[in-house]
């Protein structure tokens, strides 16, 4: 089976704190995705992957930045972060032509 | 990509067939329809994808429309953990496959 796995399940971080959260998925998939989902807002594209060193820009990439050096691992950055960014995050990656699989979800604190 | 558009929610019987209705009219020759659920407090999950040919798995059938502006999801024997959010999605295969979901379909299964 395809896993892939965030980094923690839980993280509670401090306003301006620089945090790091990681994917790594095991299937050799080419795509990587990051979301964050929200109450009524739903799931939010924060930024995609389709190759190592390859990024792009999803809906809301404002404040986030993301690092992909190898090709199983997918790194969301939030620089310094604010409370706004109090969410749920959640991972995905696909092979081309194929259905998507997602992590657990990391669900993030900022106070 | 093409955008969605779903109704919010939906009720069904359980045992009954749960039908779900996607509407992507601005659809274009290269997009495939992709369905995934989102069971509460976990990851989206993937469930059935065509281009404009119907499909069957084990989870669902998937028939789209010959003008492919419209497709419907069929749980055939819909149970109480069928209860979820169901996203359909378009996807632009052959170049980066952005995956943007909309709102959903709350889909509530009735004992």
């Known amino acids: 089976d395809v896993k892939v796995t965030q980094s923690s399940r839980y993280l509670v971080k401090r306003t301006g704190e620089k945090v790091f959260l990681e994917c790594v998925q095991d299937m050799d998939h080419e795509n990587m995705f990051w979301y964050r989902q929200d109450p009524g807002l739903g799931l939010r594209l924060i930024y995609f992957?389709?190759?190592?060193?390859m990024k792009e820009k999803g809906d809301i990439p404002e404040g986030y930045s993301v690092s992909r050096e190898k090709k199983e691992r997918f790194s969301l950055i939030l620089e310094s972060a604010s409370t706004n960014q109090t969410s749920m995050y959640l991972c995905?990656?696909?092979?081309w032509g194929r259905g998507a699989f997602f992590g657990q979800g990391t669900r993030l604190t900022v106070v | 990509d093409a955008k969605t558009t779903q109704p919010p929610s939906m009720d069904c019987a359980e045992g009954r067939a749960a039908n779900l209705p996607c509407n992507h009219s601005?659809?274009?020759?290269?997009?495939?329809v992709y369905w995934y659920r989102q069971i509460h407090s976990q990851g989206p999950q993937y469930i059935i994808h065509g281009l404009k040919n119907n499909e069957t798995n084990e989870m669902a059938s998937l028939i789209i429309t010959e003008d492919r502006k419209s497709s419907t999801l069929i749980l055939p024997h819909a149970t109480l953990r069928d209860t979820a959010v169901y996203y359909c999605?378009?996807?632009?295969?052959?170049?980066?496959?952005?995956?943007?979901f909309g709102k959903g379909t709350k889909l509530t299964v009735n004992p």
């Open positions: 992957s389709y190759d190592v060193k």
């Open positions: 995905a990656s696909k092979d």
């Open positions: 601005t659809i274009s020759g290269n997009e495939y």
């Open positions: 999605i378009v996807v632009t295969q052959g170049g980066s496959e952005k995956l943007v």
